[in-house]
């Protein structure tokens, strides 16, 4: 048995819907969770920017004795992934593989769509994952700027997010694809907007069940699971204000958090490397 906590981060409060799955799964796990937020947005920044922030997030969680590292926010994952990969002495989990995986096996006429920050799609993960797994596959990728923070303002269903979501389907729909990956971490809060504007004959992936699994599958076959019979605890960081956290994120986890510290973002350009 391994008491060790699980780390999860992201830029924001986006990530919580992953940590959701992950408490589900694994309630017998303790978990850290620290939320970028002071940085927020991650999508609009240059992807060398993002992977000095994921590296910075990474190795703080690492110093705070994390047994794995869930990388829960795609603009990180697709920035810098297989960097933090070999810098890691402890296994890291993202979200963007997962998700490939669950398009390809889903789609039915093999054209799907992308939505995600500019950073994400700029980084072209997702289209190098969807063709290795199935090379004629179409992928058709749309940059979504305005989402994340309609989705973390205090109107996240208004008429405002309605709009850009019809803006940002509109290519996908007129591509006729029969399959969406939701590319940020945010997105599924506005699953039924997404929903209703695409149809029920487009299927919506998001695979933050697939994302809990592979950390599942991670810490028992590395003997890091903890003792199944206890009830694991949870903390939450955030870089930006606490009481802002708190309320945005619980949209996202749909459980209470409690206390939400604080973390200066001198600590973690001060982690070690």
Do not use: W
């Not at 780390?7 to 017998?28: Q, R």
């Not at 072209?124 to 309609?150: I, K, N, Q, S, W």
């Not at 998001?206 to 949870?234: C, H, I, M, Q, W």
């Not at 945005?248 to 510290?261: A, K, S, T, Y």
């Amino acid at each position: 048995m391994d008491p060790r906590p699980v780390g999860v981060f992201d830029s924001g409060t986006g990530g919580l819907t992953v940590l959701h799955e992950c408490l589900v799964t694994m309630p017998h796990e303790d978990f850290i969770y620290l939320g970028d937020l002071a940085r927020l947005p991650y999508g609009p920044r240059p992807l060398d920017e993002i992977r000095r922030y994921a590296g910075e997030i990474a190795g703080y969680l690492e110093a705070q004795g994390v047994k794995l590292v869930v990388a829960a926010c795609n603009a990180a994952t697709s920035a810098a992934l297989p960097e933090l990969q070999e810098r890691l002495e402890v296994p890291i989990v993202g979200v963007i593989t997962p998700e490939a995986h669950a398009a390809v096996q889903t789609t039915r006429n093999r054209r799907i769509g992308l939505l995600a920050t500019q950073a994400t799609v700029t980084a072209g993960r997702y289209a190098e994952l969807v063709h290795t797994l199935d090379a004629g596959v179409r992928l058709f990728p749309v940059a979504c700027p305005r989402l994340v923070p309609l989705i973390e303002s205090d109107e996240p269903f208004g008429a405002e997010t309605v709009e850009a979501v019809r803006e940002y389907a509109a290519p996908l729909k007129e591509a006729r694809v029969d399959t969406v990956i939701l590319g940020c971490t945010h997105y599924p809060l506005i699953r039924p907007i997404l929903q209703r504007v695409f149809g029920r004959g487009v299927t919506l992936v998001f695979s933050a069940e697939e994302t809990a699994r592979e950390v599942t599958e991670t810490l028992e076959r590395k003997g890091f699971a903890n003792d199944p019979g206890r009830e694991g605890v949870y903390r939450f960081l955030t870089t930006g204000d606490p009481e802002r956290f708190r309320t945005i994120g619980e949209r996202f986890l749909q459980l209470p958090l409690g206390e939400v510290e604080h973390v200066a973002i001198a600590e973690l350009e001060a982690a070690p490397a």
